[in-house]
């Protein structure tokens, strides 16, 4: 599932091909594809312009200035340039064309949606309306994960909550905790304000790092251009159970926290 820096690589993406361009054509596949009537979704978006991209933990949102675009690619969505015009199917569930050529399809919104607001409208929706800072935000400071932590839930399942901080997902959480030394079972208030910084720090870090790196193909992600990701090759315990850690050398070990797979170095991260 697409985290803050696939999120971010797409939407810029998407920007790089279709911003100051108007849209065409568009279609969805199904009614549950998006929020308004499969008649409605054309009609609200054929003659506007994209003026820009941005996103919001996980969702990418487009701005085309009466109407804003909110698409929540979940588990395995993508966002792929297609040769021509094609009306959407199974596979590209949603499908824009953009005047000059660019032809987008969002696939597989089986599980996620392309959703239409008014401006403003969308801080309404109930993903957005319960995200936490944005990592990259003022925000974000020591002092406000301080204020977080101060909870019995465990680091892990606390990291996860879009409510807590938006964006971050399985892998990054475990690359997250893996530098900062913390155990993924850790109860939050147990952290040291030092651990705390560097939950803080890693955070940013990682994030910055994945972006550049175009982030991280494990499964089924790729680029709007097509392309994987390389953070992949940057992991240091996620998917690596099995393989010593980096860092000491003891074998990386694999557990279910928080109803995810997880990986940790028990000696790097002890309990
Ligand atoms: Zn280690």
């Known amino acids: 599932m697409p985290e803050l820096p696939?999120?971010?690589?797409?939407?810029?993406?998407?920007?790089?091909?279709?911003?100051?361009?108007?849209?065409l054509r568009a279609a969805v596949f199904r009614p549950d594809v998006t929020n308004v009537e499969m008649e409605e979704f054309p009609r609200r978006l054929v003659g506007r312009q994209l003026f820009g991209t941005g996103r919001r933990g996980k969702i990418i949102v487009?701005?085309?200035?009466?109407?804003?675009g909110i698409i929540h690619l979940v588990i395995s969505g993508r966002v792929l340039r297609l040769p021509e015009w094609r009306e959407p199917d199974r596979m590209n569930t949603a499908v824009l064309e953009f005047e000059g050529g660019p032809v987008l399809a969002f696939t597989r919104l089986w599980l996620g949606y392309f959703d239409l607001y008014e401006?403003?409208?969308?801080?309404?929706?109930?993903?957005?309306?319960?995200?936490?800072?944005?990592?990259?935000?003022?925000?974000?400071t020591v002092e406000y994960l301080t204020k977080a932590f101060e909870r019995k839930?465990?680091?892990?399942?606390?990291?996860?909550d879009q409510s807590v901080i938006a964006g971050l997902g399985n892998i990054y959480v475990d690359e997250v905790l893996f530098a900062a030394g913390v155990h993924p079972t850790r109860r939050a208030n147990t952290?040291?304000?030092?651990?705390?910084?560097?939950?803080?720090?890693?955070?940013?870090?990682?994030?910055?790092?994945?972006?550049?790196?175009?982030?991280?193909?494990?499964?089924?992600y790729h680029d709007a251009f097509g392309?994987?990701?390389?953070?992949?090759h940057q992991l240091q315990v996620f998917t690596r159970a099995g393989e010593p850690c980096p860092r000491c050398g003891t074998t990386v070990g694999k557990s279910r926290v928080a109803g995810?797979?997880?990986?940790?170095?028990p000696t790097c991260q002890p309990v």
């Open 6 to 23: 696939e999120t971010t690589v797409i939407s810029q993406d998407v920007a790089a091909l279709a911003a100051g361009r108007e849209v």
């Open 191 to 220: 952290l040291t304000a030092e651990e705390t910084q560097k939950v803080h720090a890693a955070t940013r870090d990682i994030l910055r790092r994945a972006i550049d790196l175009r982030g991280t193909t494990f499964d089924s």
């Open 119 to 140: 401006p403003g409208e969308e801080e309404n929706h109930p993903l957005i309306s319960r995200l936490g800072p944005d990592p990259f935000s003022e925000d974000f």
């Open 153 to 160: 839930a465990n680091i892990k399942g606390l990291l996860l």
């Open 62 to 68: 487009l701005d085309f200035g009466d109407v804003v």
């Open 227 to 232: 392309e994987t990701g390389k953070y992949q």
């Open 260 to 265: 995810r797979g997880t990986y940790a170095c």
